[in-house]
T-cell receptor, first 113, second 113 residues
């Protein structure tokens, strides 16, 4: 069975600083990986996804993530944090299009002015 | 295109009452997922359907919870009788065959007093 671990339930960065949110997965076969963002009182919104091909994927709002098979990681980064990036971020994994996404516990990102 | 629609957005009810949450998936999507989100337990998958058929309901916490999908455009999650510990945000998500990402609705915030 697959699983996802997000290191750090809360990350705080200064405005303009690098954002790094960590995600490690456990899977016996190549997974499909996702990052979702949840703003307060809203549903989850797809930020980016890795299925096949290029291991560095770009998403909305300047975020990107790199699939590293050797490290079983899919960390999310953004070069310069903006106040509007404050939200909860979820990493998710699935093995096929017929099974649900398995979500991590989430990481709350705070951005300090 | 309209996204996943959930109703009501907020529900406040007294312990022991029946609660029905509704979901309309995105047109053309054939998989539907019900999740529950709480501070303590994070995002939990309750049940999911493929082509209106329940596939896995192992996440449904108790017999008090039931879900139906009578057609491709409508699903309900019912709690009878409701208890204070059922207070949470309930999300519905849908997915199209051949795609891996799930699209979430805005959620229903349920408060049981």
């Amino acid at each position: 069975a697959q699983s996802v671990t997000q290191l750090g339930s809360h990350v705080s960065v200064s405005e303009g600083a690098l954002v790094l949110l960590r995600c490690n997965y456990s899977s016996s076969v190549p997974p499909y990986l996702f990052w979702y963002v949840q703003y307060p009182n809203q549903g989850l919104q797809l930020l980016l996804k890795y299925t096949t091909g290029a291991t560095l994927v770009k998403g909305i709002n300047g975020f990107e993530a790199e699939f590293k098979k050797s490290e079983t990681s899919f960390h999310l980064t953004k070069p310069s944090a903006h106040m509007s990036d404050a939200a909860e971020y979820f990493c998710a994994v699935t093995l096929s299009g017929n099974t649900p996404l398995v979500f991590g516990k989430g990481t709350r990102l705070s951005v300090i002015a | 295109d309209a996204g996943v629609i959930q109703s009501p957005r907020h529900e406040v009810t007294e312990m022991g009452q029946e609660v029905t949450l509704r979901c309309k998936p995105i047109s053309g999507h054939n998989s539907l997922f019900w999740y529950r989100q709480t501070m303590m337990r994070g995002l939990e998958l309750l049940i999911y359907f493929n082509n209106n058929v329940p596939i896995d309901d192992s996440g449904m916490p108790e017999d008090r919870f039931s879900a139906k999908m009578p057609n491709a455009s409508f699903s309900t999650l019912k709690i009878q009788p409701s208890e204070p510990r059922d207070s949470a945000v309930y999300f519905c998500a849908s997915r199209k065959t051949g795609k891996w990402e799930q699209y979430f609705g805005p959620g229903t915030r349920l408060t049981v007093t």
